[in-house]
C-alpha cells in the first residue's frame, strides 16, 4: 500500500486537531481516480476550516483543501489516463471528502478537469477556487448584458483572491474596473492588474439607502452584508451584481427598490455544485483572458507545510492575492 502525507484534521470527545499523518491508499475515499497531488493553495473557506471559524468540516477525520491540481496516476474512468493533468475545484472535497493538502488523493472522475495546455499545475493553483469563482461572476456579469460600453464594473475585496483576478481578467477584456478595498497600500498593486480607480471599503459600509447614485454597470462582490447592499443600490439601471462571498456577513440590508425601479439583477454564484460542462468553459475562458504575468504577479509561492499558518492570515484579510502550495 503506497504511503504519503497528508494534513488530517480528526474530532474526538476530548478535542479537535489537525496534524501531519503518514497514510495510505486505502485511506482515501471512495472515487475511480487517483491523483498525485502536486500544488494546492488556501482560499478563504480554506482559513475557517483550518482556524475552526466556521464549521466548514462536517465528516472527521478528513483531510481539508478544497483545491488541488495533479497528475493522474490510476484511473477507472474512461475519460482519464495515467499520466494527464487535472484540476479539481469544490464538489465537498475538504469538506465532507479528502481534499487536497494531501500527496495523494482519488475523487470521482465527474469532479475533474483536465488543464488547459496553457496551464501548468502551479498556475491552475494560483487560479484555485478563488480565479475559478472570479470567472463564474464574470460570465455571470456577460450573461446579463454587462459590456466595457454599459459602465464601469465594481470589484469589492479587490487585494484578496477572488478580487485581484477578477480585476485582471476585466481590465483585460476592456472593463473599466472600479477596485473596492480596505488596504489602501495596495492601490498600486490594483492599477498594476488594471483597475482603473480604488477606491476605500469605507465608500460601501454605510448604512445603505435604497437607491443610491448609480455608480456601476456590474458588480463582484466577495463581502455580502452591507458592502453588497450598498454595491446594489447604486448600480445602474439593468445592471448586474454577481454575489459570491459572505466576508462581511451573510445578511443583506437592502429593499426591494433596485430590482423593480432600476430592473437590477443580482446573480448568486456557487462554485462548489457547479456543473462539469461550466467548469470546462470556465478554464477555457481563464485560459484565454487571463493575463499570466498578471497572474504571476498576485501569486506568491509556499511549502504546502505552511498552510496552517497562513490560515489565520486569510482570514484576517492579510493575504494578498493569491498563494500557491507546492505538495
Known amino acids: 500500500m503506497s504511503r504519503f502525507k497528508a494534513l488530517l484534521a480528526s474530532k474526538s470527545a476530548s478535542g479537535s486537531g489537525i496534524a501531519w499523518t503518514d497514510l495510505g491508499t486505502d485511506d482515501l475515499m471512495d472515487g475511480d481516480v487517483v491523483v498525485r497531488v502536486t500544488h494546492t493553495t488556501i482560499n478563504y473557506k480554506d482559513g475557517l476550516a483550518l482556524t475552526g471559524k466556521a464549521p466548514i468540516i462536517r465528516r472527521w477525520p478528513l483531510i481539508p483543501g478544497i483545491d488541488f491540481a495533479g497528475d493522474v496516476i490510476s484511473s477507472d ?47 491552475a493553483m494560483a487560479v484555485g477556487t478563488a480565479g475559478y469563482t472570479a470567472m463564474l461572476c464574470i460570465l455571470a456579469l456577460e ?43 495596495e492601490a498600486e498593486f490594483l492599477k498594476g492588474l488594471g ?29 455580502g ?32 427598490a433596485p430590482f423593480i425601479l432600476r430592473g437590477v439583477t443580482l446573480a448568486g454564484i456557487d462554485s462548489v455544485m457547479a456543473p462539469k460542462a461550466r467548469r470546462v468553459e470556465v478554464w477555457s475562458r481563464l485560459a484565454r483572458d487571463l493575463d499570466k504575468g498578471k497572474l504571476a504577479g498576485l501569486t506568491v509561492t509556499r511549502p504546502v507545510s505552511e498552510v496552517q499558518a497562513l490560515a489565520p492570515e486569510i482570514i484576517a484579510g492579510k493575504v494578498r492575492g493569491r498563494v500557491v502550495l507546492v505538495v
Request: proline share 5%; aromatic share 4%.
Open 77 to 123: 474512468s474512461a475519460e482519464f489516463k495515467p499520466g494527464d493533468r487535472v484540476v479539481l475545484n469544490g464538489w465537498g472535497v475538504g469538506e465532507s471528502h479528502h481534499g487536497g493538502y494531501s500527496e495523494r488523493a482519488r475523487v470521482k472522475a465527474d469532479w475533474l478537469v483536465k488543464l488547459p495546455e496553457s496551464f501548468s499545475n502551479a498556475e
Open 195 to 223: 483597475a482603473a480607480e480604488v477606491i476605500d471599503r469605507s465608500e460601501l459600509s454605510g448604512s445603505p439607502r435604497p437607491l443610491g447614485k448609480e455608480r456601476w454597470a456590474g458588480v463582484v462582490d466577495v463581502a
Open 225 to 256: 452584508s452591507t458592502t453588497l447592499a450598498n454595491a446594489i443600490s447604486m448600480t445602474k439601471y439593468g445592471g448586474c451584481v454577481s454575489a459570491c462571498g459572505l466576508a462581511q456577513g451573510m445578511d443583506l440590508p437592502t429593499s426591494v
Open 143 to 185: 450573461a446579463h448584458g454587462v459590456t466595457p460600453a454599459s459602465g464601469p464594473v465594481l470589484v469589492t475585496g479587490a487585494a484578496g483572491g477572488v478580487g485581484s483576478v477578477a480585476v485582471a481578467v476585466l481590465s483585460k477584456l476592456g472593463h473599466h474596473v472600479i477596485a473596492s478595498t480596505g488596504r489602501p497600500d
